[in-house]
């Protein structure tokens, strides 16, 4: 990496990645600690509303993200219900860029995917890349958003942590024509009520000639729609979301309202 070319050419991407909501001033105090290391930092935030503690979510909200966004892009992730505990906080570069995230199955859905080029276990103590006062509850403001502004800047990985090794983790996907799990989860609802699951497809026709009934507390969804407005009105259908997974969906309407779902909560799968 070369530091000239940051300094230069286009401004270096930090994507932050939280559970904080807006309503404190967590998020912002971040940005105001990243912009203090780095001016040039280009903040894009991915998003904040995570539901509190809820790690996987967050890593599937991340793993939606993290490809449309430009190489060597730093990723910082915080849903970390453990700071201030002896877990670890991870600094992991791959060909789509820097991701910085505690060590608590947050980056599975990345790592699952993602080939790793570099991988440590970032310094927590006596780390001259954060801030010099490291407080128990606020790791994010103190060490994730100055240490990702240094990343943008062009410091290397190793000179932020010690070189370890991470696994590929199994990966949290079932896929179409691969896979013939009878159960799923729900990943993610979104601010529409359509409910995400972790079913995978290549394309509609894939999805839909595979799957037959999807399950939710016992009310099965058995009929396929190409597009929201294609639906029929009131009925929750199966539709291939723009991320690539089977998501259930009501014309209008709240499919999770209407089916009584969370995230978390599990699928029955029927395959043709």
């Known amino acids: 990496m070369n530091p000239f070319g940051r300094l230069f050419g286009k401004p270096p991407v930090i994507a932050l990645l939280t559970d904080f909501g807006l309503q404190d001033p967590y998020v912002g105090v971040m940005k105001g600690v990243i912009h203090s290391v780095n001016p040039r930092a280009l903040v894009v935030d991915i998003t904040h509303g995570v539901e509190?503690?809820?790690?996987?979510?967050?890593?599937?909200?991340?793993?939606?993200?993290?490809?449309?966004?430009?190489?060597?892009?730093?990723?910082?992730?915080?849903?970390?219900p453990g700071v201030g505990s002896a877990r670890r906080i991870l600094g992991v570069?791959?060909?789509?860029?820097?991701?910085?995230?505690?060590?608590?199955?947050?980056l599975d859905f990345i790592l699952a995917e993602e080939a790793v080029l570099e991988a440590v276990e970032v310094y927590?103590?006596?780390?001259?890349?954060?801030?010099?006062?490291?407080?128990?509850t606020f790791h994010g403001r103190d060490i994730f958003a100055p240490i990702a502004a240094h990343l943008s800047k062009g410091r290397r990985?190793?000179?932020?942590?010690?070189?370890?090794?991470?696994?590929?983790?199994?990966s949290p996907f079932l896929d179409v024509g691969k896979d013939k799990a009878t159960s799923g989860t729900v990943l993610h609802i979104d601010r529409f009520g359509n409910i995400v699951t972790n079913l995978r497809a290549g394309n509609y026709l894939e999805a839909s000639t595979a799957v037959k009934e999807v399950s939710i507390n016992k009310k099965p969804v058995r009929q396929w729609t190409k597009t929201y407005a294609e639906a029929p009105a009131g009925r929750p259908c199966c539709i291939l979301g723009s991320s690539g997974l089977?998501?259930?969906?009501?014309?209008?309407?709240?499919?999770?309202?209407?089916?009584k779902a969370k995230i978390g909560h599990s699928l029955a799968v029927r395959w043709r």
Not at 58 to 72: H, M
């Open 124 to 136: 927590q103590q006596g780390n001259s890349f954060a801030l010099s006062k490291i407080s128990a």
């Open 52 to 80: 509190p503690q809820n790690v996987r979510q967050g890593g599937y909200l991340l793993w939606s993200a993290y490809r449309y966004f430009p190489p060597n892009t730093v990723f910082v992730a915080v849903v970390d």
């Open 246 to 259: 089977v998501e259930i969906v009501v014309k209008n309407d709240s499919a999770a309202h209407m089916l």
């Open 93 to 106: 570069r791959t060909p789509r860029g820097t991701f910085l995230a505690p060590d608590n199955m947050l």
């Open 157 to 170: 990985l190793g000179e932020v942590g010690k070189p370890i090794v991470v696994h590929r983790p199994i």
